[in-house]
């Protein structure tokens, strides 16, 4: 690679040519400086993403308080808005910073470069709550999420408007889709693909005014064979729940955990340990 050229040295180049001095010896350029050396270009092989997947993901469903009605089964899904406020402060206080889905994905895939102490968090299938409790204490945070629409509830009470899924876009968030009604993935034959898969994120394209490409298996479960069809919808990374990655598609098999009503301090130890 060349240097940079000095002003006297330029001077003489051009006072040699433009006065036919033809016999005048060329300047020899300056050594490039250690800024002058490229870097070398990211290994983009399954090995290589599969070394990058290792951002922290948290993945919430709903923020609201519990009832009477939700069962145990229920519970690690439900977070208290009050509890996923300290949550989140824990992570501002420590030094977190959130990323979109598509830098995580552009970094897993291509080696883009990532804040320092990146965390993203996600939010599942489009409960009400994640617009009404928990964006106004992303916003006051400056944080940035990821929501996975299922969309087949949408406009329905108790969950998110269209209106509301444009507005998360424009503020910033990823949009990513989680199929029409929430069937498991293993259990698609023959139509399952356009209506689980296709149609919902063209729709949801429609909705926002661009390309959707992101995707969370319903359930966490996944298959091999859904690759394909999941590209063909124009999607370019999976998002799974806390099983092993498959380090031979480690991009459509990207981990998070599950947050329950942990305390900051439990989610900070959480980060550590699964990550």
């Known amino acids: 690679m060349r240097g940079r050229w000095t002003r006297a040295a330029m001077a003489a180049l051009l006072l040699a040519v433009g006065c036919g001095g033809s016999g005048a010896p060329e300047p020899t350029p300056p050594k490039p400086t250690a800024s002058a050396t490229p870097t070398a270009t990211p290994r983009t092989d399954a090995a290589a993403v599969a070394a990058r997947a290792n951002i922290p993901v948290l993945c919430y469903h709903q923020i609201r308080t519990p009832t009477a009605a939700d069962g145990a089964q229920a519970r690690p899904y439900i977070v208290r808005p009050s509890v996923f406020a300290a949550q989140m402060r824990a992570l501002d206080d420590a030094g977190y910073t959130t990323v979109t889905g598509d830098a995580l994905v552009a970094h897993v895939l291509r080696g883009e470069p990532l804040p320092r102490k990146p965390v993203l968090l996600t939010f599942d299938d489009a409960s009400a709550g994640q617009y009404t409790e928990a964006f106004p204490v992303l916003r006051r945070h400056r944080f940035k999420a990821t929501f996975f629409i299922m969309t ?124």
Do not use: N
């Open 152 to 275: 087949v509830v949408l406009g329905k009470p108790g969950w998110l408007t269209r209106g509301q899924v444009r507005k998360l876009d424009r503020a910033g968030m990823t949009i990513g889709t989680h199929t029409w009604d929430h069937k498991a993935v293993p259990e698609y034959a023959g139509a399952d693909w356009e209506t689980q898969v296709e149609q919902p994120t063209r729709a949801l394209e429609k909705l926002v005014g661009h390309p959707v490409r992101l995707f969370a298996y319903p359930f966490g479960l996944r298959t091999r064979e859904a690759i394909p069809h999941l590209l063909k919808a124009g999607l370019r990374a999976g998002f799974q729940l806390a099983d092993p990655i498959d380090r031979r598609h480690p991009a459509w098999t990207i981990r998070r955990i599950i947050v329950p009503e942990l305390s900051g301090k439990q989610l900070l130890r959480e980060l550590r340990t699964s990550f």
